[in-house]
């Protein structure tokens, strides 16, 4: 009894630690510097349906034992299912991207050496936990260490902010000073962060890596309830920090350096060091999953042996995916592109991806061939069915607001 | 290998990724700096006049934390490093902006010189992060001036702005 | 023959009138046994009438949610209906239709039996 | 309205008799299915279907129409995946067949009763194995043993 409560918590303490990605720190922080809390009901409509996906796909994982995108393939045919894949493959790969720059920049806050010089390092870090490290213990450090990062939310508490200042700031209003279009931009892109395409194939594989059964359900089901929500809160906390402190001072985020300054106002070096540790892990465990998401979703669709729980050798094709895509991320990254510029696409690129791959898990929660008697209830069908609006929604416009505003000039 | 018509719709389809990809590419690559109008470029300058700005905020909240030594000095650097790289930006963004008319072209170099003088005391405040301990009241009051020179700037950017809305 | 030969082909009656596209094939496993299942005898062609596009099986099955693209997709592929593999009179050569205008389509027999098509 | 047809739009429709074995589907529950081999590992994605005549006197190449009765031969991968998506169709000297033989099992995967490491489909895999990821230090490692 002990022990199964003990990997509950673990459970949840991960899930809140890895539901922070660079996509996340970045945004928040852009969106809470330029437009307070006005768009925390953003990060709330994205972390209910996360849970909702997130929940649905580990279902079908662990009663089918079948992934994401062997679901899509299955369910979408070739055709359309190979579009899927090119899109899902672009932007996790653009996400893997924002990771191994956002560890490379994380770092350097530690070290004051050049981020340039330390893509290569993080590249090669990540390689080498994605082909010697246990799955399990690859999740448990990255997520309890990426937990450092509830420095933001103490440091929200040291600030003392003025608390009704606050929370009148979270009702949804388009500041003076931005236009309506730029608002909406932002939104999308926060909800293209919380919701990215890549945790969904993460998470659904990893119930297979896991070897989840049935009996796993209620346990993953905790996890996703409570530690997501509790990872969206420490979202809120890094867009209220930002709205506290760099707001009235006029700062606009646009390196990751300045998420310190909050903190150090609030908590002095210590605090810094903490959520620096937290920065650093937060980025190398989305990394993580990222690479091994692109390895998932073209092994899934292709049809070939994955996974970290087999041997390398034994799903060879798999672990040349994910080394390609490593390389992949360090050409990019060595052009000198801004990591932070690439994270703020991403996420915005993420949100036009997302119907194509929600859709497929929906139609199969609900097939009894797959699903027996754990077909989706009412209330699931109910949530999944208006995420899937918003979701087409958000994709449809995306790509036109960005092109409106210039990427939120 | 024969072709088949009546494999059709997978054709259509290509098309939408050839499009998608491109319009994804395009809107990518879109150049914010180089606007051909005048009140294009001056929105250009206030936009780059408020990274100045927040350039020389972030220096100056980092400054200040790593007096009170709240704040390491491996991260104060990378952080005033950053607003160094933001104010160089800046300036270069306003340099390269093509304006056609004097009233604007005036407008821009008094942008140009403010987003300049910024770059000093931003610099500056990197050297004093890097010499052994000493006050920091003249780092922060050259940071307080260029600040309120960007200010001005910005004023006059606005108005000349607002003179074009309503002639 | 492979399956993507006959799949999203054109079906006609014997008068050449168009009845739709083949969206699946069905099989029995009820031939000789094989090693470990009965050989999968190719037991007739799924039409739809109004689309040839690849679709869930919605109105082959009994399932109704997720609301409202199972209704939707159901009702796309409404007056979908099962032939014999016997009624077939003529299957198209994979070579052909490769100019345009040159219409390969699965014939059916004069008198052929259109079944339900549910599982 | 730009409707090409001619005949009837909803053909009269019996009911189907009770067939004496399993009923599948080839798009609902075959095609694009994982193939498992007989350890569990995936072996590829089930990309085609070769039928034959059930007498087995037929040429892959040639149509076989309902005059004689037709039965899956082999399962099929590899090029015949990029043919369905974008047209065509590869010489079937170019098809890696899994004889139905072989097919153990059809649920949400296929299963094989064959070894993965046997089957001409996954020489791609091999090549990979040897030529790559077998040659850089600790691919035989087990990440579980960890």
């Known amino acids: ?409 | 290998m024969t072709s088949r018509p009546n494999r059709q719709p997978s054709r259509p389809a290509v098309v939408l990724t050839v499009v998608v990809a491109l319009t994804c590419g395009l809107a990518a690559c879109a150049p914010a700096a180089t606007r051909a109008d005048d009140a294009g470029a001056l929105d250009s300058v206030s936009d780059h006049l408020d990274d100045s700005s927040s350039a020389v905020a972030s220096a100056e909240l980092a400054v200040r934390a790593r007096a009170a030594g709240r704040l390491p000095a491996v991260t104060a650097d990378v952080a005033v490093g950053d607003a160094v790289e933001t104010a160089t930006g800046a300036v270069h963004g306003i340099g390269t902006l093509v304006v056609a008319t004097g009233d604007a072209d005036r407008v821009r170099d008094d942008a140009l010189d403010a987003a300049s003088a910024a770059v000093g005391p931003v610099a500056a405040a990197r050297t004093w992060l890097g010499r052994p301990p000493s006050p920091a009241d003249d780092v922060l009051r050259a940071l307080d001036d260029a600040s309120s020179t960007l200010d001005d700037a910005s004023g006059t950017v606005d108005e000349a702005l607002a003179r074009r809305v309503t002639p | 023959m492979i399956a993507s030969d006959l799949l999203d082909v054109p079906v006609h009656d014997d008068a050449g009138a168009q009845l739709g596209w083949v969206v699946d094939l069905r099989f029995v496993l009820d031939g000789a046994p094989d090693a470990y299942l009965a050989r999968a005898r190719l037991h007739g062609l799924v039409v739809s009438p109004r689309t040839r596009t690849s679709f869930m099986g919605f109105e082959r099955s009994s399932v109704r949610h997720p609301w409202p693209v199972a209704p939707i997709l159901r009702w796309w592929h409404r007056g979908a209906f099962l032939v014999h593999w016997p009624d077939v009179a003529r299957v198209p050569h994979p070579d052909e239709g490769a100019g345009p205008g040159d219409d390969a389509a699965v014939v059916l027999r004069a008198g052929y039996t259109a079944y339900e098509p549910g599982l | 309205m730009r409707r090409r047809r001619t005949g009837s739009r909803d053909v009269p429709r019996g009911p189907e008799p009770r067939q004496p074995g399993r009923v599948l589907d080839a798009r609902l529950h075959l095609l694009d299915r994982q193939v498992l081999d007989v350890d569990g590992m995936p072996v590829c994605t089930l990309d085609d279907l070769e039928l034959e005549a059930v007498d087995g006197r037929s040429a892959p190449d040639e149509p076989i129409d309902g005059s004689v009765p037709v039965v899956v031969a082999a399962l099929l991968t590899g090029p015949v995946l990029g043919t369905r998506v974008f047209g065509g169709r590869p010489p079937a000297s170019r098809w890696h067949r899994l004889s139905w033989a072989h097919v153990v099992d059809i649920g949400t995967a296929v299963r094989l009763s064959v070894r993965s490491d046997d089957l001409d489909a996954t020489w791609l895999e091999r090549w990979t194995h040897d030529h790559i990821i077998g040659r850089i230090p600790g691919g035989h490692h087990d990440p579980e043993s960890s």
Not at chain 1, 251 to 265: G, K, W
């Open chain 1, 1 to 409: 009894m002990k022990s199964r409560l003990l990997t509950v918590a673990l459970g949840i303490l991960t899930a809140i630690g890895g539901f922070l990605d660079a996509g996340d720190l970045v945004t928040n922080a852009v969106v809470g510097s330029r437009f307070g809390l006005s768009l925390a009901w953003v990060v709330v409509v994205g972390v209910v349906g996360i849970c909702v996906f997130a929940h649905m796909s580990g279902k079908v994982a662990a009663v089918s034992g079948r992934a994401t995108f062997e679901i899509i393939r299955e369910r979408l045919g070739p055709t359309t299912a190979g579009l899927n894949l090119a899109a899902s493959l672009a932007v996790t790969v653009l996400t893997l991207i924002a990771e191994v720059g956002g560890i490379a920049l994380a770092l350097q806050l530690a070290s004051s050496v050049d981020h340039r010089l330390w893509v290569p390092v993080a590249a090669l870090a990540v390689w080498l936990v994605l082909w010697r490290v246990k799955f399990n213990l690859m999740e448990n450090v990255t997520g309890l260490l990426g937990l450092a990062l509830v420095g933001f939310a103490v440091a929200v508490f040291l600030l003392g902010p003025d608390w009704g200042d606050l929370a009148a700031q979270l009702v949804p209003q388009v500041p003076v000073q931005e236009s309506a279009a730029v608002y909406w931009y932002f939104a999308v892109a926060l909800f293209g962060a919380a919701m990215t395409p890549y945790e969904v194939f993460f998470f659904s594989s990893g119930g297979v890596e896991d070897r989840w059964t049935v009996k796993d359900l209620a346990t993953s089901r905790l996890n996703v309830l409570v530690g997501f929500p509790l990872g969206g809160l420490l979202s809120i906390s890094i867009a209220a920090c930002a709205a506290i402190v760099l707001l009235p001072a006029g700062i606009q985020v646009d390196s990751m350096s300045q998420l310190t300054l909050p903190i150090a106002e609030a908590g002095g070096t210590l605090l810094v060091a903490v959520v620096i540790v937290g920065l650093v892990a937060a980025t190398f465990g989305a990394a993580l999953e990222t690479a091994l998401s692109t390895g998932y979703t073209l092994s899934q669709y292709l049809g070939w042996s994955w996974g970290k729980f087999r041997r390398p050798v034994h799903a060879p094709r798999f672990h040349l995916a994910m080394i390609l895509a490593l390389v992949v991320a360090v050409g990019v990254l060595m052009t000198n592109v801004d990591p932070i510029a690439v994270t703020e696409y991403s996420v915005v690129f993420s949100a036009v991806a997302l119907p194509l791959t929600y859709l497929p898990i929906l139609v199969v929660a609900n097939d009894p061939e797959y699903m027996g008697e754990h077909v989706n209830g009412r209330v699931m069908n109910l949530l999944g069915t208006v995420y899937l609006v918003i979701l087409v929604v958000a994709a449809l416009a995306a790509i036109p607001l960005m092109i409106a505003t210039e990427a939120g000039g």
